[in-house]
């Protein structure tokens, strides 16, 4: 698996494509503010590729020591053949000694998709990445913190947004109990 820093337009039209139908609207950032971040080195945009294919998207936030993956996917096509492990091992090999985290939707709270949530954080765990007993509303959407062996703080959560969007947009994020 291959993470390419995406850098031509054929590789940002197959990476909005696929971000526009992997998330739901309440989840998604406007991709022009995502490649503003991206300029300005807050946020890397990988296109991956397996065997010349492209097979998926992952589109991290940095701060300091801390790497938030806001945003992972695998196209629908390419999906259940173990691309998205190779995927993300490939992303804990590029950040090895950052502090790797991401937010999945919560598998707690009551949802049309809540088997699709409990499949999804089953996979983040089979993948070596443990619960942090973190919880957030962010904009509007509960989720549940993983880490790969590190840990955080509630703070540190939440300085990657102050330091990436500005503190008005981290004002928005809430902790949960």
């Known amino acids: 698996m291959q993470l390419i820093p995406a850098a ?3 590789q940002y039209s197959q990476i909005e494509a696929l971000y526009q139908t992997a998330f739901p609207a309440c989840e998604r950032k406007p991709f022009s503010l995502i490649l503003e971040k991206q300029t300005a080195g807050q946020v890397d945009l990988f ?3 397996q065997d ?18 806001d945003y992972f996917a695998i ?11 190779r995927a993300l091992n ?11 985290f991401l ?12 088997a699709q949530r409990r499949l999804r954080k089953q996979f ?8 942090l007993g973190l919880y957030a509303n962010v904009f509007g ?37």
Do not use: W
Not at 75 to 85: H, W
Not at 90 to 100: D, I, S, V
């Open 75 to 85: 196209t629908a096509v390419r999906r259940q053949k173990g691309l998205g492990c």
């Open 124 to 131: 983040y765990l089979r993948n070596k990445m443990t619960e």
């Open 103 to 114: 937010e999945i939707e919560s598998t707690q709270e009551e949802a049309d998709n809540k």
């Open 52 to 69: 010349a294919l492209f097979s998926g998207l992952a589109i991290t936030m940095k701060h300091q020591d801390l790497v938030l993956l």
């Open 141 to 177: 959407t509960e989720m549940e913190l993983l880490s790969y062996q590190s840990l955080l703080t509630y703070e540190e959560y939440i300085s990657v947004y102050q330091a990436v969007y500005g503190p008005e947009k981290a004002a928005c994020i809430k902790r949960l109990p």
């Open 90 to 100: 490939t992303l804990f090999e590029h950040y090895q000694g950052n502090r790797f």
């Open 8 to 10: 031509t337009q054929s």
């Open 47 to 49: 296109y991956l590729e």
